[in-house]
């Protein structure tokens, strides 16, 4: 053998010099280092996942009161991913920082927002929109028609009945 090819005689040298056979590229004299040609292209997809075009501030809104901020990074009209904002006042240079304040609720309904269940349009009882439409154009002021409606026993008992059956 060699000189160069004896291997050192500090702990963790042998593996060291067995790394030579599992990575391309060139091996330093120290054996500390591997120079390798190319680039990184894979880390590419790691490095846009985080990358964004803007951050709005949002809540989660579903069924809370909407009192824990979240900063919302959007990339191409797409929530990518969302932090929760620590926007709340300093309690002092002598003491910890509050947590984020942000609920576990909130956080778990992060999905919503892209969920195949969600309602996108309020909806509104059959009956009801066509009483409505009728005393709208009946009376030609939405205002004065929803008041009759809702003066009228009657048919305001009518619609109510109709709550949970669909239609």
Avoid at 59 to 88: A, F, L, P
């Amino acid at each position: 053998m060699t000189d160069s090819q004896t291997p050192p005689k500090e702990p963790g040298a042998a593996l060291l010099a067995a790394g030579r056979f599992f990575r391309p590229g060139t091996l330093a004299p120290d054996l500390h280092s591997i120079a390798l040609t190319g680039g990184r292209e894979a880390d590419a997809f790691y490095r846009d996942r985080w990358s964004h075009d803007k951050v709005v501030h949002s809540t989660h809104g579903v069924n809370c009161t909407g009192s824990c901020r979240w900063k919302v990074y959007v990339k191409d009209g797409i929530i990518t991913w969302e932090t929760q904002e620590t926007d709340y006042p300093s309690v002092g240079p002598d003491r910890p920082e509050y947590e984020p304040r942000g609920c576990p609720r909130g956080a778990a309904f992060s999905w919503y927002t892209y969920s195949p269940t969600r309602v996108r349009y309020p909806y509104i009882r059959g009956v009801l929109l066509e009483m409505y439409r009728e005393a709208r154009e009946r009376l030609k002021d939405p205002v004065l028609a929803w008041a009759d409606l809702q003066n009228d026993p009657e048919r305001r008992h009518r619609y109510q009945r109709t709550r949970g059956k669909g239609v």
